[in-house]
């Protein structure tokens, strides 16, 4: 088999592998990128979805931000719906990928091995890549959350939410649906408006609903509105205050780890957009319950919650989230894995998206212990692939000083260190 030699190799073709080969690509980085263009959108979230991210926050970053959704409206002629049609989105990134990493090349990492000095990147077909770098952008699918209540039950009868695109095969069945963020408050709409009988069971007192398209919120982000610019930056993630600390991620790596959990926590509790509540109507929703066991009774599922009520149901759709952990990633070899520094799961990463193996980065959900909630999101985009960036050249200008860079993009500065 043929053995080629690169600088640097991404993994994954979502938001975050998109923009960082689209900043590095432009940096003239040699540079090999594998994955199907937005494959997680498309396989494992539900068609008829909305984004709940604003449009503001939307955007894949590019380096001259020439990529954006706007751009997209203008090149294809359209004015998109707001809040933004899965499908339109995946139909954005695939045309962003285009535009920006033609040479994507589909094929699936396998295994990733380092070897003295650099990464043997394995792909499906055999083929073998030798890169000084390699990034990891693959997404939260490998870190799905199943409760351990219901390691009995069988994927048939109880899957997470992560491994169904089309719900519509549960027409005309009795479907549970566990947890009470918008995954779950989603899917148990369009499970509803598909024709199955749906109960939402939450843990929490109550659901949280989020203003998100009332009419305060409404009038709040008007572009006319000088207050929206004071309360809300682009990206809006978590409440007012917060969410300027969310939008800054160096400011936030920088912070002590119990003000980094308590803004964490606040920023990303469970809560569904608001546009959802009247598609409700119709959907049992039971809060402040948590299911103490659930076993298969012939064809359907038996839970038995903690006010000993029973349930018995079809199907049970577990909207549970994602616990990243790294050691989940199957195709990094174990000794690699054991040689990273993890926290809670999470690689320990410098200010360039670098773990304690030089040479190896990750991207997305797996850097938010380090940069915050905003690396769970599309909007994290533009400062991970700007910092992942500055951190490469930096290295590759000057080696001896292999943790300090310096790179300037749309103004952006940055110094990465521990
Ligand atoms: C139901 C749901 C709704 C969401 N809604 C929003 C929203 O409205 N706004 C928002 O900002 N965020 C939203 N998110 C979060 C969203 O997942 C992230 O913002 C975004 O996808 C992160 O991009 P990513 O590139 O890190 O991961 P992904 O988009 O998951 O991309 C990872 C890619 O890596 C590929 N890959 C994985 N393993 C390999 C391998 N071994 N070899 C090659 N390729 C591989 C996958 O196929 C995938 O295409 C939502 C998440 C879920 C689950």
Not at 22 to 48: C, I, T, Y
């Amino acid at each position: 088999m043929t053995e080629l030699t690169c600088q640097v190799v991404i993994v994954g073709a979502g938001p975050y592998g998109l923009a960082a080969a689209a900043h590095l690509r432009r940096a003239n980085v040699d540079l090999r990128v594998f994955g199907k263009a937005m494959e997680s959108w498309e396989r494992q979230m539900p068609p008829g979805m909305l984004l709940r991210s604003y449009w503001e926050g939307s955007h894949i970053s590019d380096p001259h931000g020439d990529l954006t959704l706007d751009e997209y409206q203008r090149a294809r002629g359209v004015q998109l719906p707001r809040p933004v049609r899965l499908d339109d989105f995946i139909d954005y990134g695939q045309w962003f990928q285009r535009k920006a990493v033609p040479e994507l090349d589909g094929r699936c990492v396998t295994r990733i091995e380092r070897s003295s000095k650099c990464f043997r990147v394995m792909l499906e077909d055999g083929e073998s890549i030798w890169a000084q770098r390699v990034v990891i952008a693959t997404g939260i699918a490998s870190f799905s959350w199943r409760p351990r209540q219901f390691s009995a039950v069988p994927p048939t009868l109880a899957s997470h939410s992560s491994e169904h695109g089309d719900l519509g095969r549960f027409a005309g069945q009795r479907v549970v649906v566990v947890g009470g963020g918008q995954s779950a408050l989603e899917s148990a709409t369009l499970l509803h408006e598909s024709g199955a009988a749906v109960e939402v069971i939450v843990r929490a007192p109550r659901v949280r609903w989020l203003r998100y398209g009332t009419r305060l919120h409404t009038w709040l982000h008007n572009q006319a509105n000088p207050l929206r610019r004071i309360l809300y930056p682009p990206s809006d993630v978590g409440p007012p205050g917060l969410n300027w600390i969310v939008d800054t991620p160096d400011l936030f790596r920088r912070l002590p780890f119990a003000v980094q959990s308590l803004v964490a926590r606040r920023a990303i509790r469970p809560a569904g957009a608001g546009w959802l509540r009247p598609r409700m109507n119709g959907v049992r929703i039971t809060t402040g319950r948590v299911i103490t066991s659930a076993n298969p009774f012939g064809q359907q599922v038996r839970l038995r919650l903690d006010d000993g009520t029973e349930r018995c149901s079809d199907h049970v759709l577990l909207a549970t989230g994602y616990h990243v952990d790294i050691s989940r990633c199957a195709f990094l070899a174990p000794d690699l894995v054991r040689s990273l520094l993890l926290v809670d799961g999470y690689p320990d990463l410098t200010a360039g998206f670098e773990a304690s193996l030089a040479g190896l980065h990750f991207l997305g959900a797996s850097a938010a212990r380090t940069f915050g909630p905003l690396m769970r999101f599309v909007a994290g985009t533009k400062y991970a692939a700007s910092a992942l960036t500055g951190c490469i050249l930096g290295q590759a200008a000057n080696p001896a000083k292999s943790k300090v860079a310096s790179y300037e993009w749309d103004g952006l500065a940055q110094t990465p260190d521990r």
